[in-house]
């Protein structure tokens, strides 16, 4: 689990985040959702590990964050970060295999978890291309096999859909959500209200460094809440599959009101 | 409608062709040692070359012509073709420790700054005639002043903190190197016409010096330093995604960091003090090899080191046969012959469509 407490960072005399609290159970996919530069990145580096808030504290999996060493915090969580790179021309298998070097599993059913995560990602057929060669789309999907493969209790997603086509984004927060179900906490940043919508267990949107609304998939995605926090008018309606909300942009304001 | 490739499947298991490489490099470097301590001003012909060799084992008495053999093969050729292939291991296995490190192909491990600390150690001593240490008065100033560069970059960039990554390094390497350059250029400057000749034979690198006493001193920094580099090689292939994503599968980036540079930093000055800077070696062969069996670090080190020591006992053969009895710089050689077989690499990975 996540537990994030009255977390504030700055950044040049600007908060980036301030006084961010957020709990997130073990079981669950949380979405964080907002406009650009609200601190959705920046919450999830802290929770990463990657940078240590001014003040406040995090910890995952009851592991206070700034106490833990690397190599401990990579058997407890696992990150897809925004714009992978790679710097040599690994095969793709090598890359995925990357999720388990310094991860403590028995070697022995390595060979089976990396199979099955390429098979997920749909990127067996390309096992052993020169990672360098791939499309923005098929590195995304290899990243997120790298990620399925760690196997660690705690899952941070940052924008895992931005270069993914509709059925790679579908298979990305499936198997994320799959993931919940069998009991690991996944935090997932995401763009596209819509996929929060169909696969959050609970969506947080943010603004300006802050929490500004928590909640169900309904509760959050309101056509007056999102207008405002986003400038952008926009209309709520029913998935007539699914269920759940289905956010549109409009042109004018109250077109659906 | 476009056939969909069933993606659940691998297909195309490229060919392994690591253990044929393995093999061949492996008897390239036994026939090229076997020929570097061979051939000379006195080429010995393989008969007399094996009991030139068993003669210092065994106790039989010998005849002048075979004592002189002996002192030739054993004293002057084992000790320099030894010395090529720890300086050409050690400059290539840092080479490629330092490319994974920086992430950059085009790194080479002088990067952190040991060598032209070391140069501009040598130069002090030579201009300013310090002789402390009597004749080790050059090796010892020059491995001080290369490490103790590397030290100042890594002290003054502190990559420790979180955040900072290594282009820190990078830039006040640069910083500290044109400093130093300059320095270096005031001295060479002040030096007399035959302080310029002696610095200008340390500039191009020489393996003349070679004798067992420094082959006794380098040899086990050497061996434990590459040793070292293969333990760590798992990490350093980790790096290629990376200094964040590398912490986030479980990577101290910053020990790793620190650990790479002091091996780097004390093979290098420890192969550059002894025998002036050898270019080319820790950049190229690498990179060659990265082509020829992939950038997994496992095989890329060990190929490293036997592939630079190949290259340095060949171009040193080089240097003492081509203008007999003197001996041409072995920079001039490297240089010479190694620049236009990278010109051709390149030529020859673009046209197979990959590059670094």
């Known amino acids: 689990m996540i537990d994030v407490r009255d977390v504030t960072l700055r950044l040049g005399g600007k908060a980036l985040l301030e006084d961010v609290s957020l709990a997130c159970a073990a079981g669950s996919l949380t979405v964080l959702v907002g406009p650009n530069g609200a601190g959705k990145s920046t919450l999830l580096s802290v929770i990463a590990g990657d940078m240590a808030p001014d003040t406040g504290a995090v910890a995952l999996a009851g592991r206070p964050l700034g106490q833990t060493r690397v190599r401990d915090l990579a058997q407890v969580r696992s990150v897809f970060p925004q714009g992978s790179e790679i710097r040599f021309g690994y095969p793709v298998e090598e890359v995925v295999a990357m999720g388990r070097a310094f991860r403590d599993l028995p070697p022995h059913a390595d060979r089976a978890a990396i199979d099955t995560a390429m098979a997920r990602s749909e990127i067996a057929h390309m096992a052993y291309r020169n990672a360098q060669t791939l499309s923005g789309g098929e590195q995304a999907r290899t990243t997120f096999a790298r990620v399925v493969v760690q196997e660690t209790e705690v899952v941070l997603l940052d924008e895992p859909t931005a270069a993914l086509d509709l059925r790679h984004q579908e298979r990305v927060l499936a198997s994320a959500s799959e993931m919940a179900r069998a009991g690991a906490t996944v935090l997932a940043v995401l763009h596209d209200l819509n996929l929060a919508s169909a ?27 999102i207008s405002t926090v986003y400038r952008q008018p926009v209309c709520v309606i029913r998935h007539p599959e699914r269920g759940c909300p289905v956010v549109l942009t409009t042109s004018k304001e109250d077109a659906c009101v | 409608m476009t056939a969909v490739p069933d993606s659940t499947q691998r297909r195309g298991r490229p060919v392994d062709r690591t253990p044929i490489l393995g093999a061949a490099l492996g008897t390239l470097f036994v026939a090229t040692l076997v020929a570097s301590v061979a051939v000379g001003a006195v080429s010995l012909s393989l008969p007399d070359l094996w009991s030139a060799l068993w003669s210092r084992v065994g106790n039989a008495a010998l005849s002048p012509d075979e004592t002189l053999n002996a ?15 720890i300086v050409g291991a050690s400059l290539a296995t840092c080479g490629a420790a330092m490319q994974g490190l920086f992430g950059n192909p085009l790194a080479d491990p002088g990067i952190v700054g040991v060598s032209s600390g070391a140069s501009l150690g040598a130069i002090a001593v030579v201009v300013l005639q310090i002789s402390t240490f009597g004749i080790w008065t050059l090796p010892v100033g020059a491995f001080i002043a290369g490490t103790g560069t590397t030290f100042v970059i890594y002290a003054l960039a502190r990559p420790g903190r979180e955040g900072t990554d290594s282009a820190r390094l990078l830039l006040v390497g640069i910083a500290v190197n044109a400093i130093g350059g300059s320095v270096a250029g005031y001295l060479t400057y002040l030096a007399t016409a035959d302080q310029l000749q002696s610095l200008a034979f340390w500039s191009m690198g020489s393996l003349s010096s070679a004798r067992w006493l420094t082959v006794g001193i380098t040899i086990v920094p050497a061996v434990v330093g590459i040793a070292l580099l293969v333990v760590w090689s798992r990490p350093l292939d980790l790096l290629a995604l990376g200094e964040r994503q590398a912490r986030h599968l479980g990577v101290d980036v910053r020990v790793l960091r620190r650990k790479l540079i002091f091996v780097t930093a004390l093979l290098v000055a420890a192969a ?85």
């Open chain 1, 199 to 225: 696969y959050a267990d609970r969506i947080v949107l943010m603004s300006g460094g802050r929490i500004v609304g928590e909640g169900a998939p309904w509760d959050v995605l309101t056509a007056e809440r």
């Open chain 2, 71 to 85: 002192a030739v093969v054993w004293d002057l050729r084992l000790a320099r073709s030894i010395t090529a292939i």
């Open chain 2, 272 to 356: 550059v003090s002894f025998n002036g800077t050898i270019g080319f070696v820790g950049l190229v062969v690498p990179h060659l090899f990265r082509l020829m069996i992939g950038p997994g670090h496992r095989r890329l080190i060990p190929f490293s080191a036997l592939g630079g020591g190949l290259l340095v006992m060949l171009a040193d053969m080089a240097a003492r046969t081509l203008d007999p009895p003197n001996e041409i710089p072995i920079g001039v050689i490297m240089g010479s012959l190694g620049g236009p077989f990278f010109l051709w690499m390149i030529w020859r990975g673009a046209g197979q469509g990959r590059a670094a």
